[in-house]
């Protein structure tokens, strides 16, 4: 028998269309099943302590402050404080303490000069030591 014969042709061509008629079904239907029946949004937000303004301008004489601001569980913060360093042509550097989620004052300042207020962290005291929880930005 000729493999190449018409009626042997149009059987092979039936044949195939009964195999991919399933292969092509399930396709079309995995193409409607991918539609999602519902959609979440899950935000995954950690802890974070901003100050800010970034730069301050405070008169000669004047007492000023800063916003620093806690993001996060207030678990977290519990019995912690806000410590920032502050130099400048007054003094050669002086801490400043403050409370969580109230602003960071500073004090008046008696000569006009450049000062710089940095290492801003909220930290706890834990024994002796005091333990830095998170670092300021900027």
């Known amino acids: 028998m000729n493999a190449y014969a018409p009626g042997t042709m149009k059987s092979w061509a039936i044949l195939r269309w009964f195999a991919l008629t399933p292969v092509l079904s399930l396709l079309f239907l995995g193409l409607q099943a991918a539609t999602p029946l519902a959609t979440l949004d899950y935000r995954i937000t950690g802890r974070s302590l901003a100050v800010s303004p970034a730069a301050l301008s405070v008169p000669k004489g ?77």
């Open 62 to 138: 004047i007492a000023g402050s800063v916003a620093v601001t806690y993001t996060g569980d207030a678990a977290f913060a519990q019995g912690a404080f806000v410590t920032a360093t502050l130099r400048g042509p007054t003094f050669p550097a002086r801490e400043i303490l403050g409370a969580v989620g109230q602003p960071l004052l500073l004090p008046p300042l008696p000569l006009v000069g450049d000062y710089r207020l940095d290492q801003v962290r909220l930290v706890r005291v834990e024994g002796t030591n005091t333990v830095t929880l998170l670092e300021g930005s900027p």
